[in-house]
């Protein structure tokens, strides 16, 4: 009613409007969960090396991958100016140099391939798709132990093709070392599964990456740095085999079996059987790859 006191004409109603935006419904194949695995672990492999991410992503991964490098050169140096056997890096002590490097490499890559989806929230988005958990764990366990597979093989393959050259007779080098290529291989298989496991089960507990990066550093170092003076103090048979549970030694003595080498000073002052740390680093890496899917199956994202 107006203030006149007559009715008021009724107000049109609004009329919607339909824009074409050319929106088209995806009519291609669909690639399924073999694809999903493959571009989960291809994202995974670049976030580790920081590929496609801002330039201080990239600073840790490959500063710690080039100094890995740099015995490797020191060794070609002194090669090629005395002898290789007076090198103090050779292809059997060369994870035992790196061991520290490989440890902060696991410290800050970890944490970078795990703890964002938890804290962004994306893995019920995942999880909704063709993957499973398992897929997952998987994919992002084989992008780590690939990354680090990188860095371990890069310095000791370096290595031999630099000794390849400096000698003098290139063809009797190869005959007298060519089966020193597997035992690096395996070597490397070993201790880029077993670091590569346990930074994962750490990291999977904790969507904060400096949560992930301190206990796996400590877990690390502690263990050995304790069951290191315990043994230094009793010297007895419990405490020998309480090394055991040196787990940054475990793999690096362990692959004194792999290179028939000489153990280093631990497992000398112990006595105990390289073959037995062997066994230790290969329960250690099954028990952390069981936490770290016993925990994905048990999260609710």
Not at 87 to 105: D, K, Q, T, W
Not at 204 to 214: I, L, M
Not at 220 to 244: D, G, H, I, Q, R
Request: aromatic share 10%; glycine share 6%.
């Amino acid at each position: 009613m107006t203030a006149g006191g007559g009715w008021a004409a009724p107000q049109p109603a609004a009329q919607g409007r339909i824009y074409d935006l050319g929106y088209q419904p995806y009519e291609g194949p669909r690639q399924g969960r073999r694809r999903a695995l493959v571009t989960l672990f291809r994202t995974g492999l670049k976030r580790a090396w920081g590929l496609g991410r801002p330039f201080r992503a990239k600073i840790a991964p490959w500063l710690l991958a080039a100094i890995a490098l740099l015995p490797a050169l020191i060794a070609l140096g002194i090669a090629a100016l005395i002898a290789e056997e007076l090198s103090p890096y050779r292809y059997e002590n060369y994870y035992g140099v790196i061991a520290r490097i490989i440890l902060l490499f696991c410290t800050v890559v970890a944490p970078e391939l795990l703890c964002p989806d938890q804290r962004q929230r994306v893995l019920a988005l995942y999880f909704s798709r063709g993957i499973t958990r398992l897929d997952y764990v998987g994919a992002r366990l084989a992008a780590l132990v690939t990354a680090l597979l990188l860095m371990c093989l890069s310095p000791q393959v370096f290595l031999f093709l630099g000794n390849t050259f400096v000698v003098d007779d290139v063809f009797d080098y190869l005959t007298d070392n060519l089966d020193i290529l597997p035992r690096i291989l395996g070597a490397a298989l070993l201790i880029s599964l077993y670091f590569s496991s346990i930074a994962l089960a750490v990291a999977a507990h904790t969507n904060r990456r400096v949560w992930a990066a301190g206990g796996f550093i400590a877990l690390m170092l502690v263990s050995t740095a304790v069951v290191s003076s315990v043994f230094a103090t009793l010297e007895n048979e419990p405490s020998k085999y309480l090394t055991l549970l040196a787990f940054s030694e475990a793999p690096i003595i362990a692959t004194n079996v792999i290179f028939e080498a000489e153990p280093n000073s631990l497992a000398e002052a112990t006595g105990l059987s390289p073959n037995l740390w062997l066994f230790a680093s290969l329960a250690y890496t099954a028990a952390a790859i069981a936490i770290l899917v016993r925990r994905y199956l048990k999260l609710h994202p």
